[in-house]
């Protein structure tokens, strides 16, 4: 019964959104997805917070890492749009959402999944963009007896060495919201002895790009501990399939698990190694593997029941 409440009261929330604020009433295009003084006066829409949990009532758990492949329908919605000169402000991709806020700074970027090291947003800029004279422009260089060190970017050579247009001869690739090909989730599952059931909370989410100087090695560009963007998923929608007055957040997509993912790690003695350590060159067995690892957790959850 407590379910039902809980899904009732979760569908009624998500009923207050719209797709575009105002878009009925607006008099002007500028003010398409702008709230009136009322509804901001009457907003409470905040994500549903998580409860406690005292480590006494976890009977059992496991922190899995799991891969999301955008590549799959399923998880279009984290993937889409990746191209925002042709939709409105309020659609952005998961992407789209996760850098800008790392950009302004407004939420704490990690190394990796277990948050020993923190990052700056201009660590990773290396990553997202890269700079390559091509033999035309080294020709020229050579001809005006130029050496370049690290403190002078190819782009800037027609300022500081007076070439005109010369970033004509430069090779710009950078790293966009269509080259994403996957997002990294750590999660735990857990037994609730009070609520008597099994849980799920998410901790990581690391979007996965190729690396911008090797575009055939997939790298992690960043984490973010998911309950310090829960807000921020929260208020950033993606697009519902099914009505389009009724956008689903990030934060309910990622919670409610409405994606397709592959367990690709599962905590171990042998440091948390992961799947493909240990079953190499065998794309077969390894999915195997990741079902196998799913079934640990199905499984204690309807053991518990048994007797």
């Known amino acids: 019964m407590n379910k039902i409440v809980v899904l009732l009261a979760a ?3 998500s009923g207050m959104v719209s797709a575009q604020n105002n878009i009925l009433n607006a008099k002007d295009p500028n003010e398409i997805g702008k709230k009136t003084e009322s509804q901001m006066e009457n ?8 409860g406690f949990v005292d480590d006494r009532d976890v009977l059992w758990q496991k922190t899995t890492w799991e891969k999301v492949d955008l590549d ?10 990746i191209d925002t000169n042709y939709v409105g ?8 959402v996760l850098s800008a806020a790392a950009r302004a700074e407004e939420v704490t970027l990690y190394a990796d999944s277990y948050f020993n ?26 001809d005006n007896g130029i050496v370049l060190d690290d403190t002078v970017k190819p782009l800037d050579i027609d300022t500081t060495y007076n070439l005109a247009d010369f970033d004509q001869y430069v090779n710009v690739r950078t790293i966009g919201a269509s080259d994403v090909a996957e997002y990294r989730l750590r999660g735990v599952w857990y037994l609730d002895t009070r609520q008597s059931e099994m849980r799920y909370r998410i901790l990581g989410v690391c979007p996965v790009t190729p690396d911008v100087n090797f575009p055939d090695e997939l790298i992690e560009l960043f984490c973010v501990y998911y309950p310090d963007a829960r807000e921020l998923l929260h208020n ?4 519902n399939t099914l009505n389009s007055a009724r956008p689903i957040s990030f934060d309910h997509i990622l919670n409610s698990r409405r994606f397709n993912a592959v367990i690709y790690k599962m905590d171990n003695v042998q440091g948390d190694r992961e ?4 079953i190499a060159d065998n794309s077969m067995m390894q999915l195997l593997e990741s079902e ?14 048994n007797y």
């Open 117 to 142: 090291e923190k990052r700056e947003f201009k660590d990773i800029e290396s990553s997202l963009m890269s700079q390559e004279i091509d033999d035309a422009g080294i020709n020229i260089l050579n």
């Open 43 to 50: 907003d409470n829409d905040l994500p549903l917070p998580y």
């Open 72 to 81: 799959e329908r399923v998880n279009f919605p984290l993937y889409y749009p």
């Open 292 to 305: 196998r690892l799913k079934d640990i957790v199905r499984n204690k959850e309807i053991d518990m029941w």
């Open 275 to 278: 799947v493909k350590r240990y």
């Open 236 to 239: 950033a929608k993606a697009f």
């Open 11 to 13: 569908m009624i929330l």
């Open 89 to 96: 402000k309020e659609r952005r991709s998961l992407f789209h």
